[in-house]
């Protein structure tokens, strides 16, 4: 049973911007919060930024503030990630997870979330 699907993955541009979105089943909706996660090879899986389901606050990591903003539409269960002014170093397969936590997403790290997408990859490339 699939409860997370991403999309929008795919090559841009140095300085070009791209959509992920992130839909969830509806009981993780509910009660879970989402991050976007990114991972190249040889590294660990890195959390790009994330949103409480509680109120909606958003967290970046610092190489993407001002560059990528994390949004979600409840109609669709679906999280947005956007990201602009893409740069090379933004290349990596990029992950939406969902977790069930009793603080801020932003204080747990990527094991502690419970459920996965497939993973979408984002190629930034001239």
């Known amino acids: 049973q699939v409860h997370i699907v991403e999309s929008g993955g795919g090559l841009v541009q140095p300085g070009g911007s791209r959509r992920l979105s992130c839909t969830a089943s509806?009981?993780?909706?509910?009660?879970?919060?989402i991050g976007w996660f990114r991972q190249t090879p040889g590294k660990e899986r890195e959390r790009v930024s994330c949103?409480?389901?509680?109120?909606?606050?958003?967290d970046y990591v610092d190489s993407v503030k001002g560059r990528f903003t994390i949004s979600r539409d409840n109609a669709k269960k679906t999280v947005y990630l956007q990201m602009d002014s893409l740069k090379p170093e933004d290349t990596a397969v990029y992950y939406c997870?969902?977790?069930?936590?009793?603080?801020?997403?932003?204080?747990?790290?990527?094991?502690?979330?419970?459920?996965w997408g497939q993973g979408t990859q984002v190629t930034v490339s001239s």
């Open positions: 509806a009981f993780i909706w509910d009660d879970y919060s």
């Open positions: 997870a969902a977790g069930r936590f009793s603080y801020h997403c932003s204080n747990y790290l990527f094991y502690e979330y419970a459920f």
């Open positions: 949103i409480s389901t509680k109120d909606g606050s958003t």
